[in-house]
């Protein structure tokens, strides 16, 4: 079973950079989309952005297009997701995911990761 | 952007109820339609995939039905620990997914 652990909590301020880490520690990163999912305190789950671990591909949702970066390093299986200057409306919890996909062409998250918890302020 | 719409947006419930959560496409999107459970403090879990497929190890007293873009989600004999979160979620335009805003099932 996939087991993503991902990195411990940040506390940064306004205009700092930030990268978080999503390590599967049980398989190599073989072949699948790993996403990154944004929760803000008190609120809904919001898919940011995805990679498929084989060829780098990524996908942006358009509200995080241009704002965040996700990257991976397939040697190591782990997914990065990367911000060049925070703000305080980046206060929130993140989550990597897998997505696992069947033979019917069903794509669901399976497994999650534990979630960091980002907070920026002055 | 496919957007997901749920309703309620909370509903209060006893130990024993049956509940009904709603999930709205705004396109069609076939039976391409998960749901996922929430709690405090703690990931997301996965459910119900493809419409009505439980996950490995999830209660029979979940359930889901719908096609096209009406969805349900129905719990028979809500458990203690059946109090959580509930989020909708399409894959219709995957890998690309969009989740619904939520339902909070409190008692």
């Known amino acids: 079973e996939v087991q993503l652990v991902q990195s411990g909590a940040e506390v940064k301020k306004p205009g700092e950079s930030l990268k978080i880490s999503c390590k599967d520690s049980?398989?190599?990163?073989?072949?699948?989309?790993i996403g990154w999912v944004r929760q803000m305190p008190g609120k809904g789950l919001e898919l940011m952005g995805i990679?498929?671990?084989?060829?780098?591909?990524?996908r942006y949702s358009p509200s995080f297009q241009g704002q965040v970066t996700i990257s991976v390093d397939r040697p190591i299986s782990t997914a990065y997701l990367q911000w060049s200057s925070l703000k305080a409306s980046d206060t929130a919890m993140y989550y990597c995911?897998?997505?696992?996909?069947?033979?019917?062409?069903?794509?669901?998250?399976?497994?999650w990761g534990q979630g960091t918890l980002v907070t920026v302020s002055s | 952007d496919i957007q997901m719409t749920q309703s309620p947006s909370s509903l209060s419930a006893s130990v024993g109820d049956r509940i009904t959560i709603t999930c709205r496409a705004s396109?069609?999107?076939?039976?391409?339609l998960n749901w996922y459970q929430q709690k405090p403090g703690k990931a997301p879990k996965l459910l119900i995939y493809?419409?009505?497929n439980l996950q490995n190890g999830v209660p029979s007293r979940f359930s889901g039905s719908g096609s096209g873009t009406d969805f349900t989600l129905t719990i028979s004999g809500l458990q203690p620990e059946d109090f959580a979160t509930y989020y909708c979620?399409?894959?219709?335009?995957?890998?690309?997914?969009?989740f619904g805003g939520g339902t909070r099932v409190e008692t």
């Open positions: 979620q399409q894959s219709y335009s995957a890998p690309l997914l969009t």
């Open positions: 493809a419409t009505s």
């Open positions: 049980e398989y190599s990163f073989i072949n699948y989309w």
């Open positions: 396109q069609t999107i076939s039976n391409y």
């Open positions: 990679i498929y671990s084989g060829d780098s591909d990524t």
């Open positions: 995911a897998r997505l696992h996909f069947d033979n019917s062409g069903y794509y669901r998250f399976d497994s």
